[in-house]
Nanobody, 124 residues
């Protein structure tokens, strides 16, 4: 099993920045990919970004490309999401996800382990 704990959410003005963290524990050696998803009220959970755990390859949703950066600290078993130039439409609960399978994946069913989520609120 893998446990994921997100942190770093909060309230920020439009145009501001936040950095989310996701700390993994448990059978972390089994992780091959991690991702960030978000879900706004009344909307489906949507893909934000993904990273391969060993090689660091990344993939982004078009809506965040150029503004968000996903990275990982292998030694700390932590993945980050740096969010810049935030917009009101970025407001959502952000979830960290992990999986043992290889390859980047942008669908929720591609991840077996999920965190509890952290709220991001963007004021206009």
């Amino acid at each position: 099993q893998v446990q994921l704990v997100e942190s770093g959410g909060g309230l920020v003005q439009a145009g501001g920045s936040l950095r989310l963290s996701c700390a993994a524990s448990g059978r972390t050696l089994s992780i091959n990919r991690m991702g960030w998803f978000r879900q706004a009220p009344g909307k489906e959970r949507e893909f934000v970004a993904a990273i391969s755990w060993s090689g660091g390859s990344t993939y982004y949703a078009d809506s965040v490309k150029g503004r968000f950066t996903i990275s990982r600290d292998y030694a700390k078993n932590t993945v980050y999401l740096q969010m810049n130039s935030l917009k009101p439409e970025d407001a959502a609960v952000y979830y960290c996800a992990a999986d043992r399978r290889l390859g980047l994946h942008q669908r929720a069913e591609g991840y077996d382990y999920w965190g509890q989520g952290t709220q991001v609120t963007v004021s206009s």
